[in-house]
Protein backbone atom coordinates (compact mmCIF):
# COMPACT_ATOMS: atom_id res chain seq x y z
CA UNK A 1 0.00 0.00 0.00
CA UNK A 2 1.18 3.55 -0.18
CA UNK A 3 2.91 4.68 2.59
CA UNK A 4 3.60 8.38 3.41
CA UNK A 5 6.34 9.91 5.56
CA UNK A 6 6.60 13.10 7.42
CA UNK A 7 9.85 14.72 8.22
CA UNK A 8 11.46 16.04 10.66
CA UNK A 9 9.81 13.63 13.13
CA UNK A 10 10.66 16.97 15.95
CA UNK A 11 10.68 20.30 15.49
CA UNK A 12 12.05 22.77 18.21
CA UNK A 13 11.85 26.06 17.37
CA UNK A 14 12.34 30.03 19.01
CA UNK A 15 9.36 31.90 18.58
CA UNK A 16 9.25 33.92 15.50
CA UNK A 17 11.44 31.65 13.39
CA UNK A 18 10.07 30.00 10.08
CA UNK A 19 9.76 26.24 9.39
CA UNK A 20 9.18 23.83 6.60
CA UNK A 21 7.50 20.40 6.83
CA UNK A 22 7.41 17.80 4.58
CA UNK A 23 5.65 14.95 3.30
CA UNK A 24 6.41 12.63 1.06
CA UNK A 25 4.16 9.12 -0.30
CA UNK A 26 4.83 6.38 -2.64
CA UNK A 27 2.43 6.44 -5.34
CA UNK A 28 -0.27 8.34 -6.57
CA UNK A 29 -2.81 10.08 -4.56
CA UNK A 30 -6.24 12.19 -5.48
CA UNK A 31 -5.86 14.28 -2.83
CA UNK A 32 -3.51 15.56 0.30
CA UNK A 33 -4.52 17.14 3.36
CA UNK A 34 -2.71 18.78 6.51
CA UNK A 35 -3.97 18.81 9.85
CA UNK A 36 -2.20 20.26 13.22
CA UNK A 37 -3.19 18.77 16.08
CA UNK A 38 -2.81 21.55 19.06
CA UNK A 39 -1.55 20.49 22.90
CA UNK A 40 -5.42 20.17 23.31
CA UNK A 41 -5.60 17.37 21.15
CA UNK A 42 -8.13 18.95 18.61
CA UNK A 43 -7.64 18.29 14.95
CA UNK A 44 -7.81 21.21 12.80
CA UNK A 45 -7.96 20.90 8.92
CA UNK A 46 -5.19 23.32 7.72
CA UNK A 47 -5.25 22.82 4.40
CA UNK A 48 -6.70 20.42 1.38
CA UNK A 49 -4.27 20.75 -1.47
CA UNK A 50 -3.59 17.49 -3.90
CA UNK A 51 -1.87 19.89 -6.09
CA UNK A 52 -0.33 23.44 -6.38
CA UNK A 53 0.00 26.37 -3.56
CA UNK A 54 -2.38 27.76 -1.10
CA UNK A 55 -1.54 30.03 1.64
CA UNK A 56 -3.49 31.30 5.14
CA UNK A 57 -2.10 34.14 7.06
CA UNK A 58 0.71 32.56 7.97
CA UNK A 59 0.72 29.00 6.91
CA UNK A 60 0.95 27.81 3.43
CA UNK A 61 1.58 24.76 1.67
CA UNK A 62 2.54 23.60 -1.83
CA UNK A 63 1.64 19.82 -3.11
CA UNK A 64 4.10 18.82 -6.01
CA UNK A 65 1.94 16.10 -7.24
CA UNK A 66 4.15 14.40 -10.12
CA UNK A 67 6.82 14.69 -7.50
CA UNK A 68 4.97 13.04 -4.64
CA UNK A 69 5.72 15.13 -1.86
CA UNK A 70 4.07 18.43 -0.33
CA UNK A 71 5.40 20.91 2.31
CA UNK A 72 3.96 23.07 4.94
CA UNK A 73 5.14 26.74 5.69
CA UNK A 74 5.26 28.36 8.78
CA UNK A 75 6.27 31.68 9.21
CA UNK A 76 6.84 33.94 12.30
CA UNK A 77 6.38 31.03 14.29
CA UNK A 78 3.94 31.94 17.72
CA UNK A 79 3.50 29.57 20.90
CA UNK A 80 0.38 28.34 19.35
CA UNK A 81 1.62 26.59 16.73
CA UNK A 82 3.12 24.34 18.66
CA UNK A 83 1.28 20.54 18.59
CA UNK A 84 1.79 17.82 16.02
CA UNK A 85 1.38 18.34 12.29
CA UNK A 86 0.11 15.56 10.10
CA UNK A 87 -0.32 14.68 6.53
CA UNK A 88 -3.15 12.58 4.98
CA UNK A 89 -3.67 11.51 1.52
CA UNK A 90 -6.11 9.34 0.08
CA UNK A 91 -5.30 5.78 -1.46
CA UNK A 92 -8.80 4.10 -2.77
CA UNK A 93 -10.87 5.28 -0.70
CA UNK A 94 -9.24 5.18 2.22
CA UNK A 95 -7.34 8.02 4.39
CA UNK A 96 -3.75 6.83 5.05
CA UNK A 97 -2.07 9.11 7.80
CA UNK A 98 1.53 10.28 8.09
CA UNK A 99 3.45 9.84 11.44
CA UNK A 100 3.44 13.61 12.30
CA UNK A 101 5.47 16.45 12.81
CA UNK A 102 6.07 17.23 16.66
CA UNK A 103 6.40 20.81 16.70
CA UNK A 104 7.34 22.92 19.92
CA UNK A 105 7.93 26.41 19.73
CA UNK A 106 9.88 28.24 22.78
CA UNK A 107 8.35 31.32 23.62
CA UNK B 1 -22.07 25.72 11.38
CA UNK B 2 -21.10 24.03 14.93
CA UNK B 3 -18.76 21.89 13.16
CA UNK B 4 -18.45 18.24 14.19
CA UNK B 5 -20.20 17.27 17.51
CA UNK B 6 -19.11 14.76 20.19
CA UNK B 7 -20.33 13.83 23.23
CA UNK B 8 -19.50 13.12 25.89
CA UNK B 9 -15.86 14.84 25.63
CA UNK B 10 -14.89 12.81 28.68
CA UNK B 11 -16.02 9.60 29.89
CA UNK B 12 -14.77 7.41 32.77
CA UNK B 13 -15.49 3.94 33.29
CA UNK B 14 -15.24 0.95 34.83
CA UNK B 15 -14.47 -2.48 32.79
CA UNK B 16 -16.98 -4.22 32.03
CA UNK B 17 -19.44 -1.32 31.44
CA UNK B 18 -21.22 -0.37 27.99
CA UNK B 19 -20.11 2.46 26.53
CA UNK B 20 -22.13 4.62 24.06
CA UNK B 21 -20.12 7.45 22.12
CA UNK B 22 -22.07 10.13 20.50
CA UNK B 23 -21.56 12.20 17.08
CA UNK B 24 -23.51 14.73 14.64
CA UNK B 25 -21.58 15.43 11.52
CA UNK B 26 -21.45 18.74 9.65
CA UNK B 27 -25.08 19.47 8.05
CA UNK B 28 -24.83 18.32 4.59
CA UNK B 29 -22.03 15.93 5.24
CA UNK B 30 -22.79 12.34 3.96
CA UNK B 31 -19.36 10.67 5.19
CA UNK B 32 -18.67 10.14 8.39
CA UNK B 33 -15.92 8.86 10.04
CA UNK B 34 -14.86 7.02 13.62
CA UNK B 35 -11.32 7.20 14.97
CA UNK B 36 -9.07 6.30 17.74
CA UNK B 37 -6.15 7.34 18.44
CA UNK B 38 -3.39 5.86 21.10
CA UNK B 39 0.34 7.43 21.91
CA UNK B 40 0.89 3.26 20.67
CA UNK B 41 -0.65 3.11 17.24
CA UNK B 42 -1.75 6.50 16.39
CA UNK B 43 -4.63 7.59 14.66
CA UNK B 44 -6.78 4.69 13.34
CA UNK B 45 -9.81 4.46 11.45
CA UNK B 46 -12.52 2.33 13.01
CA UNK B 47 -15.55 2.64 10.33
CA UNK B 48 -16.46 4.75 7.69
CA UNK B 49 -19.92 5.19 6.20
CA UNK B 50 -21.48 7.18 3.08
CA UNK B 51 -24.85 8.25 3.34
CA UNK B 52 -25.91 6.18 6.55
CA UNK B 53 -23.90 3.07 5.15
CA UNK B 54 -20.76 1.49 6.48
CA UNK B 55 -18.79 1.33 4.09
CA UNK B 56 -15.59 -0.35 5.82
CA UNK B 57 -16.01 -1.70 8.90
CA UNK B 58 -11.96 -3.41 8.73
CA UNK B 59 -10.84 -1.37 11.68
CA UNK B 60 -13.40 -2.49 14.22
CA UNK B 61 -11.02 -4.36 16.76
CA UNK B 62 -13.68 -7.38 17.85
CA UNK B 63 -17.15 -7.64 18.33
CA UNK B 64 -17.43 -5.66 21.52
CA UNK B 65 -16.97 -2.56 18.94
CA UNK B 66 -20.79 -1.46 17.21
CA UNK B 67 -21.38 1.45 15.18
CA UNK B 68 -24.68 2.48 13.84
CA UNK B 69 -25.93 5.80 11.74
CA UNK B 70 -29.60 5.71 12.06
CA UNK B 71 -29.84 9.14 9.72
CA UNK B 72 -27.46 11.40 8.28
CA UNK B 73 -27.09 13.70 11.40
CA UNK B 74 -26.14 11.45 14.16
CA UNK B 75 -24.27 8.08 14.53
CA UNK B 76 -23.14 5.97 17.48
CA UNK B 77 -19.97 4.12 18.93
CA UNK B 78 -21.12 1.68 21.23
CA UNK B 79 -18.55 -0.59 23.37
CA UNK B 80 -19.77 -3.54 25.05
CA UNK B 81 -18.46 -4.80 27.35
CA UNK B 82 -15.80 -1.93 27.47
CA UNK B 83 -11.87 -3.02 28.56
CA UNK B 84 -9.05 -1.44 29.94
CA UNK B 85 -7.01 -1.38 26.47
CA UNK B 86 -10.02 0.79 24.92
CA UNK B 87 -8.65 3.78 26.92
CA UNK B 88 -8.00 6.26 24.06
CA UNK B 89 -9.25 9.33 22.23
CA UNK B 90 -12.04 8.60 20.05
CA UNK B 91 -12.84 11.05 16.82
CA UNK B 92 -15.39 11.40 14.81
CA UNK B 93 -14.93 13.09 11.24
CA UNK B 94 -17.36 13.98 8.44
CA UNK B 95 -16.87 15.38 4.44
CA UNK B 96 -19.08 16.30 2.16
CA UNK B 97 -18.62 13.54 -0.58
CA UNK B 98 -16.90 10.66 0.10
CA UNK B 99 -12.71 10.35 1.03
CA UNK B 100 -11.52 12.20 -1.29
CA UNK B 101 -13.25 15.38 0.62
CA UNK B 102 -11.39 17.91 3.07
CA UNK B 103 -12.43 16.15 6.37
CA UNK B 104 -13.36 17.93 9.42
CA UNK B 105 -12.62 16.95 12.91
CA UNK B 106 -14.83 16.95 16.28
CA UNK B 107 -13.30 17.33 19.41
CA UNK B 108 -13.05 13.47 20.63
CA UNK B 109 -14.30 12.08 23.68
CA UNK B 110 -11.21 10.84 26.16
CA UNK B 111 -12.14 7.48 26.70
CA UNK B 112 -10.74 5.97 30.13
CA UNK B 113 -11.88 2.42 31.46
CA UNK B 114 -9.97 1.30 34.82
Known amino acids: GIQVEQSPPDLILQEGANSTLRCNFSDSVNNLQWFHQNPWGQLINLFY?????KQNGRLSATTVATERYSLLYISSSQTTDSGVYFCAVVSNYQLIWGAGTKLIIKP | DAGVIQSPRHEVTEMGQEVTLRCKPISGHNSLFWYRQTMMRGLELLIYFNNNVPIDDSGMPEDRFSAKMPNASFSTLKIQPSEPRDSAVYFC????????????FGSGTQLSVL
Open chain 2, 93 to 104: ASSFGTTNEKLF
Open chain 1, 49 to 53: IPSGT
